[in-house]
Each structure stands twice: as C-alpha cells, then as structure tokens.
C-alpha cells in the first residue's frame, strides 16, 4: 500500500472504476459541457476536440479527417473528458499523497520501535534512548551507563583506575550540563564564569571492590551535597550494569579557585543559588578517612621516580594537569612486583596545588605493612605517596590500599 501510494503521487491514477460486469463506469470527474451527442444505432458518440486519431481501431488502419478523437460507448453508459491543455502546472505530482507515504512509513516504524522496546520501566527515570545519560530521583542524580572498551583494560584483563576515574569525571560534568549549568562547557555555572570562578577538587576518595573487564556495561549515579560554607561534596556509586553489584564508591570536595589569580575564594551567593537547588540532603557514601597522610622525601621513600612532564594532551580546558592524570603518575612509582600480584582497593588523594604544561615532577611512594622484598606475596599492602614539582613544593598527597589478586585476575607477564 505504501508503494502504491508513493507511485500514485507521481503518477496519477484516473479515478475511474469497474463495475461487477467489468464495464467502466463514469468518471466523477467528467466534464461534459460543450459536447453534443451524436446518436448511432449501436450508442452514442462523443467527439473529443483537437486529439489525435488513434492508428488502428480493431486491428485495421483508419485515418479519419482533422484531430477528431471518437470514443464508443454503450447504451448505458457515456465517457467523456476535456482535457486542459498541457502545462507545467498541472503536470506536477501530487505530492500530498508521497507526503501521506512517507508518514505512513514512520509511523510504522514508531510502532515497531515501541513493541521492541516495551520492556517496564521505572516510573522516577527518564530514559534517554541514545545512552547519553538521564536523570533519576526527582532530578538530583545522575546517571549513566559506560562500556568498557579495550583500550580502557591493563594487564590484567580488567579496567584500569584511569578508567574508572575518567568515567567520575564525565558523569560530573554531564550532570551539570544536563542540569543547564554548564556556563563556559567544561562545568562553570553561568554566575561562575561572570565571576571568573572555576571548581577545583581538594579532596577525592575511592573504594573499588571490584573492577569491570572487557565488554561489561557499568551504571554510574553521582550527586551534590553541601560541604561546609564554602565547598561542594560530589559522591559516586558505581554498579553492574547487568547484576546490579557495586563495584565502586567515591566521594570528593570541590571549592572555588579565581581562574585569574588562581587562589582559593568564597562561593558567591549567586553561585550559591544556582546550585544549591540540586543538594541532597545525605550523608558521604564514604566515611571520611580523618588519618593524616605521611609526608615523604627521598629519604623516607621507598621509590622515586623524576623528570615527569606533561603532555599537552594532559591538560584540561583550563590550562592545568586534569585531575586523572596525577593518578597515573602516582603510580609511577609504586612497585611493579606489587602491582602485578595486587589491585589497588581504596585511595585517598589531597590536591595541594595545580601543575601546567612546563612543570617537572617527581613521584615518590613509600611502601608499609609489609617487607619490600616480599611485596608479591603479601595479602595487603599499604602505600604513602607524593606527587611533588621539581623545587618540592607539594602538589598531591595520597594513600593507596592493594590486596592481592585472585589466580584468575592474576596475568602471567612472561607469557
């Protein structure tokens, strides 16, 4: 039907019809002014001015005198139409009926689409179709689902931090734009950039029980609370997509840097207002961890790792390292016969300060708990770290949690 309607627009069908004898019958558009009959004793003639005289009428040849066109009807019936001369006009399709098909199709599909896609949903969740994130709990959290690429695995077959602390940081910045906060695109609210304003973590906290491998689908929700007069508290819950299982929590602290002078401020009270419609009201979904982090130095580090640099590639809209990127070179330090028998369990990071693109670091970690020659056989391992510039002024501070891998997470390296 969709065919037939599609062709009949481009090309139109006479709206005659047949009768159960299979005589036509008259057309409803038939015009029959200026046309005198002629009577014949088989029926009647109709004269059809200027037309051409068909060649042949039962199988002889006729020619017939001037552009006279004789149609024979029967005795019941008459057909005749005047046709209007041929113009530009009234040779054009009739596109309302191509216009009708094509919202046939659609709405064919729509349904199609709809009976494959009627799985229940939860009535608090609006779905977003394109996987792009949605907002669920009354518009305070957010959430969105991640796959787990190949790219994003280590050596031993599961998701690095790197990628678990890179998908924190999309679902942040989504959630304030989803929110119709993100004034400058990279999570300044609209007050924030007026004001020169930009948020910066100080504190950040993860727990990961468990960690994603290749092809798993992993569900992430975070939401703002009040922290203190002048700070944020963003938190993170982290599932399987498929099971439900939790596999990561994290909390951190957010406050306001001058993006000009680089010093901490005070939160506006416009930027104050702009975000405080979107706090919880809930506790951290992590206890703080309140022990003071050990300062290191070359002489109480166990290993030390210089002349780290930034990549351009390393650094954010805003001109300094992204905040991922210190993880890495924390563990540039870190033992690797302890990173190949372990999995990093929990982390507890301080932001001191920001590097740029013409910094050189060092990384220093000192390892406790355990003998430094028996790191590939001890159950937990406890790290202290510290990410500092070239002239030791420190830029994070951090503690880390390892515990050992089980057989099958464990990759064989010589293979």
């Known amino acids: 039907m969709v065919a037939t309607s599609a062709t009949s627009s481009f090309f139109p069908l006479p709206s005659s019809s047949l009768d159960p004898n299979g005589k036509t019958n008259k057309l409803t558009s038939t015009n029959f002014s200026g046309l005198n009959p002629i009577p014949n004793s088989s029926g009647r003639l109709k004269v059809k001015p200027n037309a051409q005289a068909p060649s042949k009428i ?27 001369p041929r113009t530009f006009i009234n040779q054009l399709p009739d596109w309302s009926m191509l216009l009708a098909a094509i919202t046939t199709v659609f ?70 734009k989803s929110a119709g906060l993100l004034g ?25 029980d468990k960690y994603p491998t290749w092809g798993d689908v992993v569900e992430v929700d975070t939401w703002v609370s009040k922290s203190g007069k ?27 840097m001058n993006k000009v002078t680089r010093r901490l401020s005070k939160l506006p009270e416009e930027v104050r207002g702009e975000i405080e419609p979107y706090f919880v009201n809930s506790d951290p979904i992590l206890a703080e961890d309140s022990r003071k982090l050990t300062k290191l130095d070359e002489k109480t580090a166990d290993y ?19 905040n991922v990127k210190y993880i890495g070179w924390i563990l540039e330090s870190a033992p690797v ?3 190949e028998k372990h999995k990093l369990k929990s982390m507890t990071l301080e932001y001191r300060r920001e590097c740029g693109r013409d910094s050189v670091l060092q990384s220093l970690t000192a ?49």
């Open 337 to 339: 016969e302890m990173m």
């Open 230 to 256: 002048n700070g944020m508290r963003r938190d993170w819950l982290v599932r399987d997509c498929n099971t439900g299982e939790i596999l990561t929590r994290a909390s951190s602290v957010w406050v306001m």
């Open 58 to 84: 039962n199988g002889n040849n006729v020619s017939l005198p001037g552009s006279v066109h004789i149609v024979k009807t029967d005795n019941n019936h008459d057909l005749s139409q005047q046709h209007a």
């Open 184 to 208: 400058d695109g990279f999570g300044s609210t609209p007050e924030m950039v007026k004001k020169k304003l930009i948020w910066v973590v100080t504190r950040m906290q993860v727990v990961v």
């Open 304 to 322: 030390v790792r210089s002349g780290l640099t930034p990549r351009w590639s390393d650094l954010d809209v805003n001109q300094h390292v992204n």
């Open 367 to 415: 390892v406790s708990g355990c003998d430094v020659g028996s790191l590939g056989t001890a159950g937990e391992v406890e790290c202290q770290h510290l990410l500092r510039l070239q002239d030791g002024a420190e830029v994070v501070k951090g503690r880390t949690v390892w515990s050992s891998k089980t057989p099958s997470t464990t990759w064989d390296t010589t293979s």
């Open 107 to 176: 709405l064919a599909a729509e349904k199609q689409w709809m009976i494959l896609d009627s799985k229940p949903r939860r009535s608090d969740m609006i779905m977003d179709p394109f996987g792009l994130g949605r907002i669920v709990q009354d518009g305070l959290v957010y959430r969105q689902n991640f796959d787990i690429r190949s790219y994003e695995i280590g050596a031993d077959r599961s998701a690095s931090i790197e990628t678990v602390m890179n998908h924190l940081q999309e679902t942040a910045l989504n959630h304030v």
